[in-house]
């Protein structure tokens, strides 16, 4: 049996208003929900001393998910089932904590383990038929070349290698299992803007997803072995 560790794993939700929160206010608030319920988190060391925490891949602005993780460093460990109640009586509305885990060690951390990400996605403005043809074109593509912009330009890929898992779900949504992590990193607009990017130019819309609604939800984080990170 691996030796347990002082730190912590937490699964949590992130819906309503808390979507429009960015990565660093998410941040700050697990840090206020941390103090005010009373957590014995550890600190770094220093002349600014912060609570020892990191996040798994951030989620966009405006996206929900039900499966977001965080790696909390503990000074006192206390019963999982107590800090996850503290923590909840804290947590604004939109922030849901469903589920601690104790890690083991060797450790990991939580970033460097994100392989895969599987996501609900739609657009509401299309119809079932041409999601249909999009998803049904991709699939029976032998290679699918896309632009990708990174913070260094733009690159070419082949999308292909990079989706596992695509389809319509009976109700009308996409499901889909995308390539994730620090390397190789696949956003789900990039997926919605190359499937669809056909229909939108036949209908005059040169600005996809700029003025059209559609839905982002994250459903969980995956590592290399395929499992959750809990």
């Known amino acids: 049996?691996?030796?347990?560790?002082?730190?912590?794993?937490?699964?949590f939700a992130k819906t309503g208003l808390m979507i429009f929160l960015g990565h660093l206010?998410?941040?700050?608030?697990?840090?206020?929900?941390i103090r005010r319920a009373g957590i014995?988190?550890?600190y770094s060391k220093g002349y600014s001393p912060h609570q020892i925490m990191s996040f798994a891949q951030?989620?966009?602005?405006?996206?929900?998910?039900?499966?977001?993780?965080?790696?909390?460093?503990m000074e006192e460990l206390l019963d999982l089932e107590i800090i996850q109640n503290k923590m909840q009586r804290e947590c604004p509305a939109g922030l849901e904590i469903k589920e601690i885990a104790l890690l083991s060690v060797p450790l990991a951390n939580a970033?460097?383990?994100?392989?895969?990400?599987?996501?609900?996605l739609d657009i509401p403005a299309l119809t079932k038929e041409e999601k249909l043809r999009g998803i049904r074109n991709f699939e029976l593509s032998d290679s699918y070349p896309v632009t990708k912009k990174t913070k260094k330009g733009t690159r070419e890929m082949d999308l292909k290698k990079f989706v596992f898992e695509l389809r319509l779900e009976q109700e009308g949504p996409i499901f889909t299992v995308l390539k994730s992590g620090?390397?190789?990193n696949?956003?789900?607009?990039?997926?919605?803007?190359?499937?669809?990017?056909?229909?939108?130019?036949a209908a005059g819309d040169v600005g996809f997803l700029c003025g059209v609604d559609y839905l982002v939800k994250r459903l969980d984080l995956f590592g290399s072995d395929g499992k959750a990170l809990i």
């Open 1 to 11: 049996m691996n030796e347990t560790s002082k730190k912590i794993r937490i699964k």
């Open 25 to 33: 206010d998410l941040m700050r608030c697990f840090q206020k929900i």
């Open 40 to 42: 014995p988190v550890a």
């Open 58 to 73: 951030p989620l966009g602005v405006g996206c929900e998910s039900e499966g977001e993780y965080m790696d909390l460093e």
């Open 111 to 120: 970033m460097a383990e994100v392989e895969r990400a599987s996501y609900i």
């Open 182 to 184: 620090s390397t190789d």
């Open 186 to 201: 696949i956003k789900p607009e990039l997926l919605l803007q190359s499937i669809f990017k056909e229909t939108f130019e």
